[in-house]
């Protein structure tokens, strides 16, 4: 009697066991390389040895420092050799100069400021691989200005901040000087990224412009950095740029706008300025105050190769908990709770596999071995 119970828990407890054991075998070893949740870089598995080129939106910037995620890496996995690659035509970096770029297979993976187009999907079907977006981060848009509208240059004006739809009056050129504002008397120049061949201008035209063009008078630039330095020299200067390089700025002197989406609320300023130190002001952002934020992503191409591994790899780095804390320091808003270890909760180790699947294994046997038994002495 007493085996005939063991006999029938084994059944009951095999069959589970010897499911689960096959659905995290098909997940660890026989599917395309998965983007999972790990502790710390150094955890990542399946990282390529090979060199990678990557590029794309320049709001990444702030990553590619070499003190941080870079040198990481590398003492991590020293054969993940990671390049930056420009545009070989010359052509300003951004988001989709790297994702054109990726679909000529001229990059291994690109990061981006904006979700992907039904058309660009398209191109890569065509070429027989898939675009997958991975969201790493959230990001803010900061606008800044010439150092001196908020200094007592000009007394007598006041220039608290703005609201979005005071900003789009701006970038339209229906307002043209900042004492219409509560500046200065003093002319408006609009400084900005071209949005042929970045996500960040885009942003800008859709979520403050309302899909209006920029003012025919706008300053286009070839990146952040040219920006900045233009608003910093330039009086009545305005400028718009990703919040980790607006307000980690240590050099250039600008002034980073506080902005409200309805002029009845509270200007909210996007980052924290002191005497030592400037860096973005997170809270802002976690709490939702912030009326301008966006995901950001690293696009990887599914081709069943390399290409497929590095992008896997690199997300999988970004999203670990080291790899969020590090995202944190950089002035981006982390999506992980980097307080936690989700790995050792989701995923099972090889040993525990393989020893659940042979317990299935034996489990069903036993089963087997009972109806057996039960039907050839029906009388037990």
Not at 8 to 36: E, H, K
Not at 103 to 112: C, I, P, R, V
Not at 201 to 206: A, G, H, N, Q, Y
Not at 295 to 314: H, Q, T
């Amino acid at each position: 009697m007493l085996q005939t119970i063991i006999n029938v828990l084994l059944f009951v407890i095999g069959i589970p066991a010897a499911i689960l054991a096959a659905v995290q075998l098909d997940r660890q070893y026989l599917r395309p390389p998965s983007i999972q949740i790990y502790s710390k870089l150094a955890e990542v598995p399946h990282v390529p040895n090979m060199p990678v080129k990557y590029g794309g939106s320049t709001s990444f910037a702030p990553l590619r420092e070499p003190h941080d995620m870079f040198e990481r890496i590398q003492q991590s996995h020293p054969g993940f050799k990671l390049q930056y690659t420009k545009p070989i035509d010359e052509s300003p970096p951004g988001t989709n100069t790297g994702i054109r770029m990726l679909l000529d297979n001229s990059l291994t993976f690109a990061e981006a400021s904006r979700t992907l187009e039904p058309y660009e999907y398209d191109e890569a079907n065509a070429q027989n691989f898939r675009l997958e977006q991975h969201q790493v981060a959230y990001d803010g848009i900061v606008f800044y200005v010439n150092r001196d509208l908020h200094l007592a240059k000009y007394p007598n004006t006041q220039l608290p901040g703005l609201t979005i739809s005071t900003l789009k009056e701006i970038l339209t050129g229906k307002i043209t000087n900042w004492k219409d504002v509560g500046g200065p008397e003093l002319e408006i120049v609009i400084v900005s990224r071209n949005p042929k061949y970045g996500g960040t201008p885009e942003f800008v035209k859709e979520k403050v412009m309302g899909g209006e063009n920029f003012a025919k008078s706008v300053s286009f630039k070839d990146d952040t950095t040219e920006s900045i330095r233009s608003v910093a020299k330039t009086p009545g200067g305005i400028g718009y740029a990703t919040a980790s390089e607006v307000c980690n700025q240590r050099t250039v002197h600008i002034y980073s706008l506080p902005i409200v989406k309805d002029a009845k609320q509270n200007f909210v300023p996007p980052c924290v300025e002191d005497k030592s130190t400037n860096y973005v002001n997170l809270n802002v952002f976690y709490n939702g105050d912030y009326p301008l934020t966006r995901p950001m992503f690293v696009i990887i191409k599914r081709d069943g190769g390399l290409n497929e591994k590095a992008g896997v790899a690199y997300v999988n780095m970004l999203l670990s908990n080291e790899g969020q804390k590090i995202i944190k320091g950089a002035g981006m808003v982390p999506i992980v709770d980097i307080d936690s270890n989700l790995l050792s909760q989701l995923w099972l180790p090889a040993s525990v596999i393989i020893l659940m699947g042979i317990g299935g294994i034996v489990a069903i046997i036993l089963g087997i071995r009972l109806v057996i038994i039960r039907r050839s002495n029906p009388r037990e």
